[in-house]
């Protein structure tokens, strides 16, 4: 994760949520996922390991499965970037 301390991913589903969240820590990368409804699950990554492949394969997950990325959120330059869909539609 380069300099970025945070990266979260937000996926909804009708009144259904998912929030990925990507964290520096001093052990490497942890990967926290919660939603669907109460689930929450953390899956640790050490240094010189790859969190990414993990994570795309569960975004695709989602996709397949009806969610839509809404938000993508990097903490540390306190920068929101909305997803394509809202961009596109703000332009329109």
């Known amino acids: 994760m380069s300099t970025m301390e945070r990266t979260a ?9 998912v ?14 996922i919660e939603g669907p409804g ?16 993990f994570r795309q394969d569960y975004e695709q997950k989602l996709l397949d499965e009806g969610y839509k990325l809404q938000v993508v959120a990097e903490r540390r330059g306190g920068v929101t ?12």
């Open 38 to 53: 109460p689930a929450v699950s953390r899956h640790d990554f050490p240094p010189g390991t790859s969190v990414d492949g």
């Open 9 to 17: 991913w937000l996926f909804t589903r009708e009144q259904q949520s």
């Open 81 to 92: 970037r909305e997803s394509e869909n809202e961009e596109r539609r703000r332009r329109d």
């Open 19 to 32: 929030r990925i969240e990507l964290r520096a820590t001093s052990d490497g990368v942890q990967l926290l």
